[in-house]
């Protein structure tokens, strides 16, 4: 039995340590503006909901972040899609989401377009208030929540930012989205789950703007790591080997935490055409399903335990194409599931 609040509803006993599923997943559960997100997920009837639901259903995790759902003001969206997971058999009673720095208005002209209000303006790209934010889903008790999201790109130690103007720089935030410490208490002890989902590092000028902010949102989380167990997860939008960006960013954070290098068979079998043929790195460690003209198939998804934590088991949910899970897989997002077993609570 992996779920562990049967395991805790055994007071009288002692605990146990027992395997502890932690995932992150972007889902692309969003959509062209505000509101639209909560509409699909109530009709019932949209594909793409459903394919998510059935690919988090398999994957069965007790702790799931999800990167790229849109966020609202009430939780509502995050709160019905709650509800249709537990008509589904997944209950996450315990749930987590706050307002991203994606889509959220600045009032300056931050992307320099000589206009002010666009996408580019916003703390991070997005149209409209709560655009592909992070939301935890838990059936664990959340809190407290340390949220870094509001902290100056200028303020990080050693960032690598680019010369900006003085009225940008000085509003200007590091997370994209956001950068939470979220601890959740399982069997009486705490997990500190380091969570963020960072801008793609692409789309930018030769002063490679958001090469740079991409690489600073990974080596945040070098001055910022508990003394206490943690898991590092989320969208890093970043791959060890290809693609682009500063690959060591997502080598410093490999190289402190415990690499499970979870594979797929359906990433290990997919078309090594295109892109993916220059690519150096293990294709069956790649999470997303990319555009072989493009960027080709790339390791972005990662959790990450770490050192001293006993993993019992990883994988990435990307069946071959011949499994019954495949259609679902692929309807889902272009992201695959990543998860990682732990063997919990850890030896004292």
């Given at each position: 039995m ?7 509803a ?10 502890l599923?932690?995932?992150t997943?972007s889902?692309?559960?969003?959509r062209?503006?505000?509101g639209?997100?909560l509409?699909?997920?109530?009709s019932?009837k949209?594909?793409q909901?459903a394919?998510?639901?059935e ?7 007790d ?6 759902f849109?966020?609202?003001h009430?939780?509502a969206?995050?709160t019905?899609?709650a509800r ?5 058999g997944v209950?996450y009673?315990h749930?987590h989401a706050?307002r991203?720095?994606?889509?959220m208005?600045?009032?300056i002209?931050l992307?320099g377009?000589g206009?002010?209000?666009?996408p580019g ?5 997005g149209?409209f208030?709560g ?10 008790p959340?809190g407290p ?5 509001a902290?100056l ?11 900006l103007?003085d009225?940008?720089a ?8 956001a950068h ?9 002890r705490?997990l500190h789950?380091?969570a963020w ?5 692409a789309?930018d000028g030769p002063e ?7 690489h600073d949102?990974a080596?945040f989380w070098l001055q910022h790591?508990?003394d206490?167990p943690?898991v590092?997860l989320?969208?890093?939008?970043l ?7 500063w ?5 410093a954070l490999l ?5 499970t290098?979870p594979a797929?068979?359906?990433?290990r079998?997919?078309?090594q055409d ?6 150096r790195?293990?294709p069956?460690l790649d999470?997303?399903?990319?555009p072989?003209?493009?960027?080709g198939?790339?390791?972005v998804d990662?959790?990450?335990?770490a050192r ?5 088991g990883?994988?990435t949910?990307?069946p071959?194409p011949?499994?019954p899970?495949?259609e679902a897989?692929a309807?889902?997002?272009r992201?695959r599931?990543v998860?990682?077993?732990l ?5 004292r």
């Amino acid at each position: 039995m992996r779920r562990l609040a049967a395991v805790a509803a055994l007071a009288a006993l002692p605990a146990t340590a027992e395997p502890l599923r932690i995932a992150t997943f972007s889902p692309a559960l969003t959509r062209d503006g505000p509101g639209l997100l909560l509409r699909d997920i109530e009709s019932g009837k949209d594909r793409q909901v459903a394919a998510v639901v059935e690919v988090i259903k398999a994957a069965d995790a007790d702790i799931l972040l999800l990167t790229g759902f849109d966020w609202d003001h009430d939780n509502a969206a995050l709160t019905a899609f709650a509800r249709t997971l537990a008509d589904a058999g997944v209950e996450y009673p315990h749930l987590h989401a706050t307002r991203p720095n994606r889509g959220m208005a600045t009032g300056i002209d931050l992307d320099g377009d000589g206009r002010r209000g666009g996408p580019g303006d916003a703390q991070g790209f997005g149209s409209f208030t709560g655009e592909k934010a992070m939301a935890l889903l838990s059936r664990h008790p959340i809190g407290p929540v340390t949220d870094h999201s509001a902290l100056l790109w200028r303020d990080l130690p050693g960032h690598v930012m680019p010369p900006l103007p003085d009225e940008v720089a000085e509003v200007q935030r590091l997370s994209s989205a956001a950068h939470w410490d979220a601890v959740v208490t399982v069997l009486d002890r705490p997990l500190h789950l380091l969570a963020w989902y960072a801008t793609p590092p692409a789309f930018d000028g030769p002063e490679g703007r958001n090469r740079r902010r991409n690489h600073d949102e990974a080596v945040f989380w070098l001055q910022h790591l508990p003394d206490a167990p943690f898991v590092l997860l989320g969208n890093a939008n970043l791959d060890p080997h290809d693609g682009d960006g500063w690959h060591q960013a997502i080598h410093a954070l490999l190289e402190i935490t415990q690499d499970t290098r979870p594979a797929s068979n359906g990433a290990r079998l997919a078309p090594q055409d295109g892109s993916n043929a220059s690519h150096r790195g293990d294709p069956a460690l790649d999470t997303t399903d990319w555009p072989a003209d493009r960027t080709g198939n790339l390791r972005v998804d990662y959790v990450l335990p770490a050192r001293g934590l006993k993993v019992l088991g990883t994988g990435t949910i990307w069946p071959e194409p011949s499994a019954p899970l495949a259609e679902a897989v692929a309807a889902a997002s272009r992201h695959r599931l990543v998860w990682v077993d732990l063997n919990w609570p850890p030896a004292r």
